[in-house]
Protein backbone atom coordinates (compact mmCIF):
# COMPACT_ATOMS: atom_id res chain seq x y z
CA UNK A 1 0.00 0.00 0.00
CA UNK A 2 2.72 2.14 0.71
CA UNK A 3 4.74 1.70 -2.04
CA UNK A 4 1.79 2.38 -3.90
CA UNK A 5 1.46 5.52 -2.83
CA UNK A 6 4.75 6.67 -3.04
CA UNK A 7 5.01 5.37 -6.55
CA UNK A 8 1.49 7.27 -7.37
CA UNK A 9 3.24 10.36 -5.88
CA UNK A 10 6.39 9.98 -7.82
CA UNK A 11 3.91 9.32 -11.05
CA UNK A 12 1.97 12.49 -10.04
CA UNK A 13 5.51 14.50 -9.81
CA UNK A 14 6.32 13.63 -12.83
CA UNK A 15 3.26 14.16 -14.96
CA UNK A 16 3.60 17.46 -13.16
CA UNK A 17 6.56 18.48 -14.13
CA UNK A 18 6.11 17.04 -17.64
CA UNK A 19 3.33 19.16 -18.44
CA UNK A 20 4.67 22.46 -17.21
CA UNK A 21 7.89 21.82 -19.30
CA UNK A 22 5.99 21.05 -22.41
CA UNK A 23 3.75 24.21 -21.75
CA UNK A 24 5.79 27.16 -20.85
CA UNK A 25 3.08 29.42 -21.01
CA UNK A 26 -0.17 28.98 -18.18
CA UNK A 27 -3.19 30.75 -19.15
CA UNK A 28 -5.99 31.68 -16.85
CA UNK A 29 -9.19 33.66 -18.31
CA UNK A 30 -10.94 36.36 -16.41
CA UNK A 31 -13.56 38.87 -17.38
CA UNK A 32 -11.56 41.56 -16.29
CA UNK A 33 -7.60 42.30 -15.03
CA UNK A 34 -6.78 45.12 -12.70
CA UNK A 35 -3.07 45.40 -13.13
CA UNK A 36 -1.39 46.92 -10.35
CA UNK A 37 -2.86 46.64 -6.35
CA UNK A 38 -2.21 50.18 -5.11
CA UNK A 39 -5.11 52.78 -4.39
CA UNK A 40 -6.20 52.98 -8.14
CA UNK A 41 -6.48 49.36 -8.99
CA UNK A 42 -7.87 48.32 -5.22
CA UNK A 43 -10.81 51.34 -5.82
CA UNK A 44 -11.47 50.20 -9.15
CA UNK A 45 -11.84 46.58 -8.59
CA UNK A 46 -14.12 47.23 -5.22
CA UNK A 47 -16.24 49.10 -7.47
CA UNK A 48 -16.79 46.31 -9.89
CA UNK A 49 -17.22 43.96 -6.96
CA UNK A 50 -20.14 46.28 -5.39
CA UNK A 51 -21.59 45.92 -8.84
CA UNK A 52 -21.87 42.26 -8.76
CA UNK A 53 -18.78 41.87 -11.26
CA UNK A 54 -16.73 39.42 -9.55
CA UNK A 55 -15.00 37.71 -12.28
CA UNK A 56 -11.80 39.92 -11.73
CA UNK A 57 -8.41 39.16 -10.95
CA UNK A 58 -5.45 42.01 -9.71
CA UNK A 59 -2.15 41.59 -10.80
CA UNK A 60 0.68 42.70 -8.91
CA UNK A 61 4.54 42.69 -8.99
CA UNK A 62 5.57 43.54 -5.45
CA UNK A 63 4.50 40.58 -2.72
CA UNK A 64 2.12 43.29 -1.12
CA UNK A 65 -0.71 45.48 -1.60
CA UNK A 66 -0.77 49.58 -1.52
CA UNK A 67 2.03 50.61 -4.06
CA UNK A 68 2.67 54.09 -3.02
CA UNK A 69 1.09 53.78 0.33
CA UNK A 70 3.04 51.53 1.92
CA UNK A 71 4.58 51.22 5.50
CA UNK A 72 8.20 49.62 6.50
CA UNK A 73 9.20 48.51 9.85
CA UNK A 74 12.29 50.21 11.63
CA UNK A 75 13.49 49.83 14.58
CA UNK A 76 10.13 48.59 15.69
CA UNK A 77 8.54 51.52 14.63
CA UNK A 78 6.13 51.63 11.45
CA UNK A 79 7.70 54.18 9.06
CA UNK A 80 5.87 55.30 5.60
CA UNK A 81 8.04 54.96 2.55
CA UNK A 82 5.16 56.41 0.31
CA UNK A 83 2.06 58.24 1.17
CA UNK A 84 1.92 59.89 3.98
CA UNK A 85 -0.44 63.39 3.94
CA UNK A 86 -4.11 63.95 3.53
CA UNK A 87 -3.29 67.45 1.44
CA UNK A 88 -6.38 69.95 1.55
CA UNK A 89 -8.26 68.52 4.71
CA UNK A 90 -10.93 70.90 4.38
CA UNK A 91 -11.69 70.77 0.74
CA UNK A 92 -15.07 68.90 0.21
CA UNK A 93 -13.01 66.70 -2.76
CA UNK A 94 -10.69 65.07 -0.02
CA UNK A 95 -13.75 64.67 2.75
CA UNK A 96 -14.24 60.68 1.56
CA UNK A 97 -10.14 60.23 2.98
CA UNK A 98 -10.90 62.35 6.35
CA UNK A 99 -14.05 60.50 6.84
CA UNK A 100 -12.03 57.33 6.47
CA UNK A 101 -9.22 59.01 8.57
CA UNK A 102 -11.74 59.33 11.41
CA UNK A 103 -13.70 56.03 10.94
CA UNK A 104 -10.27 54.51 12.16
CA UNK A 105 -9.37 56.85 14.55
CA UNK A 106 -5.90 57.26 12.56
CA UNK A 107 -3.39 59.40 14.71
CA UNK A 108 -1.52 61.95 13.35
CA UNK A 109 -1.49 65.65 13.17
CA UNK A 110 -2.61 68.72 11.27
CA UNK A 111 -0.47 71.36 9.82
CA UNK A 112 -0.91 75.17 7.43
CA UNK A 113 2.84 75.03 7.20
CA UNK A 114 3.44 78.12 9.41
CA UNK A 115 5.60 76.57 12.19
CA UNK A 116 8.88 77.06 10.21
CA UNK A 117 12.77 77.30 11.09
CA UNK A 118 15.20 77.89 8.50
CA UNK A 119 18.78 77.70 9.54
CA UNK A 120 21.87 79.02 7.62
CA UNK A 121 25.08 76.30 6.56
CA UNK A 122 26.63 77.71 10.69
CA UNK A 123 23.36 76.57 12.14
CA UNK A 124 22.10 80.02 12.78
CA UNK A 125 18.33 80.35 12.44
CA UNK A 126 17.72 83.07 9.64
CA UNK A 127 13.60 82.07 9.55
CA UNK A 128 12.74 85.25 7.90
CA UNK A 129 8.69 85.55 8.07
CA UNK A 130 8.32 88.55 5.73
CA UNK A 131 9.77 86.78 3.17
CA UNK A 132 7.69 83.69 3.42
CA UNK A 133 4.68 86.74 3.59
CA UNK A 134 6.48 88.05 0.58
CA UNK A 135 5.82 84.63 -1.53
CA UNK A 136 2.66 83.91 -0.43
CA UNK A 137 1.21 87.48 -1.59
CA UNK A 138 2.91 87.62 -4.95
CA UNK A 139 2.92 83.95 -5.56
CA UNK A 140 0.62 81.18 -3.80
CA UNK A 141 -2.29 83.68 -3.11
CA UNK A 142 -2.58 85.02 -6.63
CA UNK A 143 -1.33 81.16 -8.42
CA UNK A 144 -4.37 79.82 -9.40
CA UNK A 145 -6.07 83.27 -10.08
CA UNK A 146 -3.29 83.91 -12.71
CA UNK A 147 -3.58 80.29 -14.19
CA UNK A 148 -7.09 80.72 -14.50
CA UNK A 149 -6.38 84.07 -16.51
CA UNK A 150 -3.36 81.88 -18.53
CA UNK A 151 -6.30 79.06 -19.19
CA UNK A 152 -5.82 77.85 -23.03
CA UNK A 153 -2.43 80.21 -23.51
CA UNK A 154 0.94 77.70 -23.75
CA UNK A 155 2.33 76.46 -20.31
CA UNK A 156 5.99 77.53 -19.43
CA UNK A 157 8.34 76.64 -16.79
CA UNK A 158 7.34 77.75 -13.15
CA UNK A 159 10.75 80.23 -12.78
CA UNK A 160 9.43 82.24 -15.26
CA UNK A 161 5.78 82.35 -14.15
CA UNK A 162 7.12 83.33 -10.68
CA UNK A 163 9.37 86.08 -12.79
CA UNK A 164 6.12 87.53 -14.53
CA UNK A 165 4.46 87.65 -10.69
CA UNK A 166 7.33 89.47 -9.28
CA UNK A 167 9.09 86.87 -7.41
CA UNK A 168 13.03 86.32 -7.56
CA UNK A 169 15.23 83.78 -5.47
CA UNK A 170 18.02 86.46 -5.47
CA UNK A 171 18.79 85.64 -1.47
CA UNK A 172 19.19 81.95 0.27
CA UNK A 173 15.86 82.30 2.20
CA UNK A 174 14.49 83.03 -1.07
CA UNK A 175 15.84 79.80 -2.07
CA UNK A 176 15.04 77.55 0.78
CA UNK A 177 11.17 78.66 -0.44
CA UNK A 178 11.73 77.62 -3.84
CA UNK A 179 13.30 74.20 -2.60
CA UNK A 180 10.41 73.49 -0.41
CA UNK A 181 7.96 74.43 -2.72
CA UNK A 182 9.66 72.70 -6.17
CA UNK A 183 12.62 70.44 -5.46
CA UNK A 184 10.84 69.09 -2.35
CA UNK A 185 7.40 68.68 -3.80
CA UNK A 186 8.09 68.18 -7.13
CA UNK A 187 11.83 66.66 -7.09
CA UNK A 188 12.12 68.66 -9.90
CA UNK A 189 13.67 71.99 -10.15
CA UNK A 190 11.52 75.27 -10.96
CA UNK A 191 12.80 75.47 -14.15
CA UNK A 192 11.61 71.94 -15.21
CA UNK A 193 8.39 72.31 -13.09
CA UNK A 194 5.39 73.63 -15.24
CA UNK A 195 3.92 76.47 -14.22
CA UNK A 196 0.36 75.06 -14.54
CA UNK A 197 0.84 72.61 -11.89
CA UNK A 198 1.97 75.10 -9.10
CA UNK A 199 -0.71 75.43 -5.91
CA UNK A 200 -1.71 77.07 -3.29
CA UNK A 201 -1.02 75.27 -0.30
CA UNK A 202 -3.90 74.39 1.93
CA UNK A 203 -4.24 72.27 5.58
CA UNK A 204 -2.97 69.25 5.29
CA UNK A 205 -2.89 66.14 8.04
CA UNK A 206 0.51 64.20 8.61
CA UNK A 207 -0.52 60.36 9.66
CA UNK A 208 1.46 59.10 12.25
CA UNK A 209 -0.39 55.66 12.75
CA UNK A 210 1.48 52.38 13.82
CA UNK A 211 -1.38 50.67 11.73
CA UNK A 212 -0.01 52.38 8.84
CA UNK A 213 -1.87 54.42 6.27
CA UNK A 214 -2.71 51.41 4.15
CA UNK A 215 -4.84 50.34 7.45
CA UNK A 216 -7.25 52.85 6.05
CA UNK A 217 -8.25 51.34 2.87
CA UNK A 218 -9.17 47.86 4.74
CA UNK A 219 -12.28 47.32 4.05
CA UNK A 220 -11.21 47.96 0.16
CA UNK A 221 -8.77 45.38 0.18
CA UNK A 222 -9.73 42.39 2.06
CA UNK A 223 -12.70 41.33 0.30
CA UNK A 224 -10.14 41.15 -3.04
CA UNK A 225 -7.51 39.32 -1.27
CA UNK A 226 -8.52 36.09 -2.98
CA UNK A 227 -8.86 37.95 -6.33
CA UNK A 228 -5.00 39.37 -5.79
CA UNK A 229 -2.26 37.62 -7.12
CA UNK A 230 1.06 39.17 -5.46
CA UNK A 231 4.68 38.40 -7.00
CA UNK A 232 3.78 38.80 -10.79
CA UNK A 233 5.51 41.25 -12.52
CA UNK A 234 3.43 41.76 -15.66
CA UNK A 235 6.07 42.32 -18.78
CA UNK A 236 3.53 42.42 -22.14
CA UNK A 237 0.00 43.66 -22.75
CA UNK A 238 -1.23 42.48 -25.92
CA UNK A 239 -4.71 44.20 -26.86
CA UNK A 240 -6.87 44.64 -29.30
CA UNK A 241 -10.59 45.65 -29.61
CA UNK A 242 -12.02 42.76 -27.96
CA UNK A 243 -9.92 41.05 -25.36
CA UNK A 244 -5.89 41.59 -23.57
CA UNK A 245 -3.68 39.16 -23.13
CA UNK A 246 -1.23 40.16 -20.34
CA UNK A 247 2.07 38.20 -19.49
CA UNK A 248 4.08 37.80 -16.67
CA UNK A 249 7.59 37.06 -15.86
CA UNK A 250 7.12 33.89 -13.98
CA UNK A 251 5.52 32.69 -17.79
CA UNK A 252 1.82 32.58 -17.01
CA UNK A 253 -0.58 34.22 -19.74
CA UNK A 254 -3.61 35.47 -18.60
CA UNK A 255 -6.90 36.15 -20.58
CA UNK A 256 -9.77 38.66 -19.99
CA UNK A 257 -12.59 40.65 -22.20
CA UNK A 258 -10.99 43.82 -20.67
CA UNK A 259 -7.80 44.98 -18.26
CA UNK A 260 -7.62 48.65 -16.41
CA UNK A 261 -3.80 49.19 -16.04
CA UNK A 262 -2.91 51.12 -12.86
CA UNK A 263 0.96 51.39 -13.42
CA UNK A 264 2.61 54.88 -12.84
CA UNK A 265 3.16 57.37 -15.83
CA UNK A 266 7.31 56.55 -14.88
CA UNK A 267 6.55 52.75 -15.27
CA UNK A 268 4.71 53.34 -18.57
CA UNK A 269 7.89 56.21 -19.79
CA UNK A 270 10.31 52.64 -18.84
CA UNK A 271 10.47 49.67 -21.17
CA UNK A 272 9.50 47.55 -18.05
CA UNK A 273 6.54 46.73 -19.84
CA UNK A 274 5.53 46.17 -23.83
CA UNK A 275 2.05 47.11 -25.17
CA UNK A 276 1.27 45.15 -28.50
CA UNK A 277 0.54 47.29 -30.45
CA UNK A 278 1.91 50.45 -28.89
CA UNK A 279 0.54 52.91 -26.57
CA UNK A 280 -0.89 55.76 -29.32
CA UNK A 281 1.39 59.58 -28.91
CA UNK A 282 -1.03 61.32 -27.58
CA UNK A 283 -1.40 58.71 -23.84
CA UNK A 284 3.17 58.70 -24.13
CA UNK A 285 3.05 62.40 -24.23
CA UNK A 286 1.79 62.15 -20.40
CA UNK A 287 4.30 59.87 -19.70
CA UNK A 288 7.31 61.07 -17.38
C1 LIG B 1 7.40 59.00 -1.63
C2 LIG B 1 5.98 59.35 -1.96
C3 LIG B 1 5.25 60.17 -1.11
C4 LIG B 1 3.95 60.48 -1.39
N1 LIG B 1 3.25 61.26 -0.50
C5 LIG B 1 1.95 61.50 -0.70
C6 LIG B 1 1.19 62.16 0.30
O1 LIG B 1 1.72 62.52 1.35
N2 LIG B 1 -0.12 62.38 0.06
C7 LIG B 1 -0.72 61.97 -1.10
O2 LIG B 1 -1.92 62.20 -1.27
N3 LIG B 1 -0.02 61.32 -2.06
C8 LIG B 1 1.29 61.06 -1.87
N4 LIG B 1 1.99 60.37 -2.81
C9 LIG B 1 1.30 59.95 -4.03
C10 LIG B 1 0.45 58.70 -3.77
O3 LIG B 1 1.20 57.74 -3.08
C11 LIG B 1 0.03 58.12 -5.13
O4 LIG B 1 -0.62 59.12 -5.89
C12 LIG B 1 -0.91 56.94 -5.03
O5 LIG B 1 -0.53 56.01 -4.02
C13 LIG B 1 -0.95 56.27 -6.40
O6 LIG B 1 -1.79 55.14 -6.38
P1 LIG B 1 -1.95 54.29 -7.71
O7 LIG B 1 -2.75 53.09 -7.35
O8 LIG B 1 -2.48 55.16 -8.78
O9 LIG B 1 -0.47 53.91 -8.13
P2 LIG B 1 0.54 52.93 -7.39
O10 LIG B 1 0.39 53.02 -5.92
O11 LIG B 1 1.88 53.17 -7.98
O12 LIG B 1 0.00 51.50 -7.83
C14 LIG B 1 0.42 50.87 -9.01
C15 LIG B 1 0.75 49.44 -8.68
O13 LIG B 1 1.19 48.80 -9.86
C16 LIG B 1 2.28 47.96 -9.56
N5 LIG B 1 3.08 47.77 -10.76
C17 LIG B 1 3.82 48.68 -11.44
N6 LIG B 1 4.39 48.11 -12.51
C18 LIG B 1 4.01 46.81 -12.51
C19 LIG B 1 4.28 45.70 -13.38
N7 LIG B 1 5.04 45.81 -14.47
N8 LIG B 1 3.71 44.52 -13.09
C20 LIG B 1 2.90 44.37 -12.00
N9 LIG B 1 2.63 45.38 -11.15
C21 LIG B 1 3.18 46.59 -11.39
C22 LIG B 1 3.03 48.70 -8.48
O14 LIG B 1 3.85 47.82 -7.72
C23 LIG B 1 1.89 49.29 -7.66
O15 LIG B 1 1.49 48.46 -6.61
C24 LIG B 1 3.32 60.02 -2.56
C25 LIG B 1 4.06 59.21 -3.43
C26 LIG B 1 5.36 58.86 -3.14
C27 LIG B 1 6.11 57.95 -4.07
C1 LIG C 1 -6.94 32.01 -12.17
O1 LIG C 1 -8.03 32.91 -12.02
C2 LIG C 1 -8.83 32.71 -10.87
C3 LIG C 1 -9.92 33.77 -10.86
O2 LIG C 1 -10.73 33.63 -11.97
C4 LIG C 1 -8.00 32.84 -9.61
O3 LIG C 1 -8.79 32.55 -8.48
C5 LIG C 1 -6.82 31.89 -9.69
O4 LIG C 1 -5.98 32.12 -8.56
C6 LIG C 1 -6.01 32.09 -10.97
N1 LIG C 1 -4.95 31.11 -11.02
C7 LIG C 1 -3.70 31.41 -11.33
C8 LIG C 1 -2.74 30.28 -11.20
O5 LIG C 1 -3.32 32.51 -11.68
C1 LIG D 1 -25.66 42.41 -6.30
O1 LIG D 1 -26.15 41.16 -5.89
C2 LIG D 1 -26.81 41.19 -4.65
C3 LIG D 1 -27.18 39.77 -4.22
O2 LIG D 1 -27.15 38.87 -5.28
C4 LIG D 1 -28.03 42.09 -4.75
O3 LIG D 1 -28.68 42.17 -3.51
C5 LIG D 1 -27.59 43.47 -5.18
O4 LIG D 1 -28.70 44.32 -5.40
C6 LIG D 1 -26.75 43.43 -6.46
N1 LIG D 1 -26.18 44.74 -6.70
C7 LIG D 1 -26.19 45.33 -7.92
C8 LIG D 1 -25.56 46.68 -7.98
O5 LIG D 1 -26.64 44.80 -8.90
C1 LIG E 1 8.81 40.87 0.10
O1 LIG E 1 9.94 41.12 -0.70
C2 LIG E 1 11.00 41.74 -0.01
C3 LIG E 1 12.11 42.12 -0.99
O2 LIG E 1 11.78 41.89 -2.30
C4 LIG E 1 11.51 40.80 1.08
O3 LIG E 1 12.54 41.41 1.81
C5 LIG E 1 10.35 40.43 2.00
O4 LIG E 1 10.77 39.47 2.95
C6 LIG E 1 9.17 39.89 1.23
N1 LIG E 1 8.04 39.73 2.13
C7 LIG E 1 7.20 38.71 2.06
C8 LIG E 1 6.07 38.71 3.05
O5 LIG E 1 7.30 37.81 1.24
C1 LIG F 1 12.23 45.84 19.19
O1 LIG F 1 11.39 45.11 20.06
C2 LIG F 1 11.96 43.89 20.51
C3 LIG F 1 10.88 43.13 21.32
O2 LIG F 1 10.17 43.98 22.16
C4 LIG F 1 13.23 44.19 21.30
O3 LIG F 1 13.83 42.99 21.73
C5 LIG F 1 14.19 44.98 20.43
O4 LIG F 1 15.33 45.36 21.21
C6 LIG F 1 13.54 46.22 19.85
N1 LIG F 1 14.44 46.83 18.90
C7 LIG F 1 14.72 48.15 18.90
C8 LIG F 1 15.66 48.63 17.82
O5 LIG F 1 14.24 48.92 19.69
C1 LIG G 1 -1.89 78.26 10.98
O1 LIG G 1 -1.90 77.56 12.22
C2 LIG G 1 -1.41 78.31 13.30
C3 LIG G 1 -1.28 77.39 14.50
O2 LIG G 1 -2.20 76.33 14.49
C4 LIG G 1 -2.34 79.49 13.54
O3 LIG G 1 -1.88 80.28 14.62
C5 LIG G 1 -2.41 80.35 12.26
O4 LIG G 1 -3.32 81.38 12.40
C6 LIG G 1 -2.76 79.50 11.05
N1 LIG G 1 -2.58 80.30 9.85
C7 LIG G 1 -3.47 80.34 8.87
C8 LIG G 1 -3.11 81.19 7.68
O5 LIG G 1 -4.52 79.73 8.90
Not at 76 to 93: K, L, M, P, Q, R
Not at 105 to 127: C, F, H, P, W
Request: proline share 3%; with cysteine; glycine share 6%.
Amino acid sequence: MYIMFKIILHLSFLFLVDRSLSSPIKQNKTKVLILGAGLSGIKAAKTLLDRNITDILILEGKNYTGGRIHAIEFANYSIETGANWIHFVNDGETKPIVDRRDAKKMQGLTSNYSDILVRDEAGNDITDFAVLREFYDKIEHKIEDYQLKRKGQPDFPARVGMQMMGWSAEQPIKSVIEYFNFDFEFARSPEVVSFHNMFERGEDFFIADGRGVWSMYEDLYKPLEAKTLLGKLVKKIKYNADSVEVQTSDGWSYQADYALCTFSSGVLASDLVTFEPALPDWKKRGHL
